[in-house]
């Protein structure tokens, strides 16, 4: 017989494992300095993106980025940075035998050319990074991906779903043993493939995915601070990716997808995608579960299917959150910059105990 609808009794407090975040984009300098807090004081590790300008293309790269932000860390805190690799056409195989001997270096990551911010060297053709891939295969270096294509005849809100098709499909066939992570998944048509693949493939969901459909970029206006790649899609297709992040797969996992720009990077007339939640992270995804009257699987979710995905343990500390509801400032600094997170002005309804 099917589940019925889940109806707990009202919860005012959540004592979680400390969860990691398994999709973070950091950035460098004063940026870096302004955001790694929000971060580490939510979660013991998080995969940083390599997207930097220039690129995080090497080791040596990836090590030297690593050590800026254990930097920028407040003092005493707890965080351990994993770091991925931007994958190239001209990368090599010998850079994965490095990454492999690095063990801060967990994962290589794929951008598209030009799919997003800083991608611009990113790979055109994806069979000339196959020997890559071969020995991320027999080494066990998983691939993180940006599932989208960049054909300007495929439009933009389709582009996930024909990445499925034309390039992630392949990918599983020519390399069945190689782990690969969908990253911020936004279609229903990427939870139903995830779900049926083999257990080499897994997927992140981001809040602001779960929490927005494409609409919010409209409401009363031109709402650039809701701007991001993947975009924002349909209602159904959030109500998928609630079902998949909710429903107790060990497929999904929390994937922040934090991303800060500048205001003046975001508000002008080509302005940049990615919204800023790690001010807020957990508990704009315990709204989410509460919503869905599924709270007691935001554990897993959030500090268990990561983990067990990436081979590495779980983390043995804990986390408190509280029902209780508190205001997102309107901006935050970085440097002589401020920038918008989600939430601005507005109210977050729970609260990461200190």
């Known amino acids: 017989m099917a589940d019925g609808p889940r109806h707990p009794a009202p919860v005012t407090h959540i004592s979680l494992v400390r969860p990691d975040d398994w ?25 940083v993106m390599p ?22 860390l407040p003092a005493g805190a707890s965080f351990q940075p994993l770091m991925t690799l931007f994958l190239t056409e001209a990368m090599r195989p010998h850079e994965i035998a490095r990454a492999h001997a690095a063990k801060a270096v967990l994962a290589v990551k794929y951008y598209p050319a030009g799919a997003t911010t800083h991608a611009a060297q990113g790979v055109r053709d994806l ?26 005849a495929v439009d933009a809100f389709d582009r996930e779903a024909v990445f499925l098709e034309r390039h992630l ?39 602001h995915h779960l929490l927005l459909d494409r609409n919010a970029m409209f409401t009363g206006g031109l709402r650039p601070h809701h701007y991001c790649l993947p975009l924002l899609k ?89 029902k209780e509801p508190w205001q997102v400032p309107s901006t935050k600094a970085a440097g002589a910059d401020v920038f918008v997170p989600l939430r601005a002005g507005e109210v977050v309804a729970w609260r990461l105990a200190d």
Not at 23 to 45: E, I, K, Q, W, Y
């Open 169 to 207: 499909l392949p990918l599983t066939r020519a390399f069945p043993g190689l782990r690969m992570v969908l990253e911020h998944i936004t279609t229903r048509a990427a939870v139903e493939f995830v779900s049926a693949s083999p257990d080499t493939l897994a997927a992140t969901i981001t809040a």
């Open 51 to 72: 997207n930097l300008d220039p690129p995080v293309r090497t080791v040596a790269e990836a090590l030297a980025y690593r050590a800026r932000i254990l930097s920028a």
């Open 234 to 322: 349909r209602a159904h297709h959030r109500a998928a990716l609630v079902a998949a992040a909710t429903g107790g797969s060990r497929k999904f996992f929390l994937g922040t997808d934090s991303a800060p720009h500048p205001r003046h990077a975001k508000e002008s007339s080509c302005g940049c995608a990615g919204i800023y939640t790690a001010h807020a992270a957990l508990e704009l995804y315990a709204e989410v579960f509460e919503g869905a009257h599924a709270l007691d699987r935001l554990e897993g979710f959030a500090s268990c299917n990561g983990p067990d995905f990436y081979r590495l343990p779980r983390n043995q500390d804990r986390v408190t959150l509280i």
């Open 127 to 152: 069979t000339r990074c196959y020997p890559v891939l071969a020995a991320m295969e027999r080494l066990d270096v998983p691939l993180l991906l940006h599932g989208e294509v960049t054909d300007p």
């Open 23 to 47: 999709h973070v984009h950091l950035r460098d300098g004063a940026m870096l300095a302004a955001v790694v807090p929000d971060t580490a004081r939510r979660f013991a590790r998080a995969i």
